[in-house]
């Protein structure tokens, strides 16, 4: 079983900046990699970036440029570092993990709220 807890988000003005953690705990015979995912009000789930066990990263193309994901694998955490934040930015922020190998579950956390206003 892996819990999740995101933390880091908050109200901002447009421009500012936030960074979001992803802290991971529990025990699994399964590895990870993981994602970070946002829901605006009234609209689906949708992703925002990824990083690999290697450090590959992959970005929404909405926030290609201004969002930095990264992990300290040594803390278990997984971070999001947002820039140059827009109002469409808004929205609950969760992370999940991506297993590996097929079979092992997918976990998501609670979520962290971002609100930018203009």
């Known amino acids: 079983q892996v819990q999740l807890m995101e933390s880091g988000g908050g109200s901002v003005q447009a421009g500012g900046s936030l960074r979001l953690s992803c802290a991971a705990s529990?025990?699994?015979?399964?590895?990870?990699?993981m994602s970070w995912y946002r829901q605006a009000p009234g609209k689906d789930r949708e992703f925002v970036s990824f990083?690999?066990?290697?450090?590959?990263?992959t970005y929404a193309h909405s926030v290609k440029g201004r969002f930095t994901i990264s992990q300290d694998k040594a803390k278990n955490t997984v971070y999001l570092q947002m820039n140059s934040l827009k109002a469409q930015d808004t929205g609950m922020y969760y992370c999940?993990?991506?297993?590996?190998?097929?079979?092992?579950?997918?976990?998501w956390g609670q979520g962290t709220q971002v609100t930018v206003s203009s």
């Open positions: 990083i690999a066990s290697d450090g590959l990263t």
């Open positions: 529990g025990h699994t015979s399964c590895a990870y990699e």
């Open positions: 999940k993990t991506d297993p590996v190998l097929s079979g092992c579950e997918d976990y």
